[in-house]
């Protein structure tokens, strides 16, 4: 089988956000430059009760090729059923698992980052995703540790399970989404073991994407919370470009709104809302529009409130 992840140049890699990253986004990230894309976490638990808004969660664009899906998971049978399940799922390349959400919900389950203050229980539940998955990918996302930092570790521990990557976060579940990224340990653990690692961590632009890869030299950048409200950084760092014409990012953003009704009927366009909360900001005029779009939920309304701020904002050249 052909491999479908070329490790020869870095991968851009969408990392998954609860609420944002879901078919939508993820669709248009990927027709914009993205490498991979992977579903938004998904409860072993919630997937193995066949929860139908899990299920949901699991669905592809048809252009999300390669796609991975990411599980939770802090028991070896639930964890196994979860990936059975997976196996008969179509279109699904890889399986990731999630070992670096610091969530208190996830954490104090025994999912997510938990699995970090205990070595030996995820390298047995990831070999046990590893071992029944049938999908031609197997990964892990982490963070540095709980309160300690410990790359090179968990780092080995990963690579000792026989998985294909391991994605970064760059930070101790301890130091949440504030602390400083350790840039430093990401290097360590690349250093440390010879499965390709990719870095994720405060990567808001292209600027910063190009940095960390020189860095670090890591074979790929995952970003998260960078992408929400600037997602074009995907198409520059596809297109090598440090800056980016303000009628991509219309395009952008109207294609993005497009796939939420698409997806989600005309209620799309009231969760666009939170959207295009972050798509104006730093924008002439946009506490106002945000006011307005707060109180529009016909669709073609809304079309034309976007196209005529983003065509405003492009004529008066004040597009950031």
Request: aromatic share 10%; charged share 25%; net charge positive.
């Amino acid at each position: 089988m052909q491999k479908k992840l070329d490790f020869s140049k870095p991968l851009v890699v969408l990392a998954p956000l609860a609420g944002y990253t879901d078919l939508p986004f993820r669709s248009v990230v990927k027709k914009f430059g993205a490498d991979l894309t992977i579903s938004e976490m998904i409860s072993s638990n919630a997937l193995v009760y066949k929860s139908a808004r899990t299920l949901k969660m699991v669905e592809k664009s048809p252009s999300e090729d390669p796609y991975f899906v990411q599980i939770a998971g802090n028991s070896v049978d639930l964890v196994r059923a979860a990936v059975e399940i997976l196996n008969d799922v179509e279109g699904i390349d890889g399986i990731d698992l999630n070992c670096g959400c610091p969530a208190p919900k996830v954490f104090n389950h025994g999912s997510g980052s938990n699995l970090l203050g205990d070595l030996n229980k995820l390298e047995e539940i990831l070999s046990t995703v590893k071992k029944y998955s049938k999908k031609q990918y197997t990964s892990a996302k982490v963070r540095l540790g709980v309160n300690d930092k410990i790359p090179v570790e968990i780092g080995k521990a990963v690579e000792a399970c026989g998985v294909d990557f391991v994605s970064v976060h760059g930070r101790t579940r301890a130091g949440k989404y504030k602390a400083p990224v350790d840039y430093d340990a990401i290097k360590q653990m690349k250093d440390a073991i010879s499965i390709p690692v990719i870095a994720n961590g405060d990567i808001k632009d292209y600027k910063k994407a190009k940095e960390v890869l020189e860095y670090t030299k890591a074979d790929g950048v995952m970003i998260g919370r960078g992408a929400i409200g600037k997602p074009w950084v995907f198409y520059q760092l596809k297109h090598q470009l440090e800056d980016i014409d303000n009628n991509i990012k219309k395009e952008i953003i109207l294609e993005h709104y497009d796939k939420m009704l698409e997806f989600h009927g005309p209620y799309g366009a009231i969760i666009f809302r939170k959207l295009l909360h972050a798509y104006s900001k730093g924008y002439t005029g946009a506490n106002e529009f945000r006011d307005l779009v707060n109180q529009v939920s016909d669709v073609d309304i809304m079309r034309d409130l976007i196209d005529n701020f983003f065509n405003f904002n492009i004529s008066k050249k004040i597009f950031r």
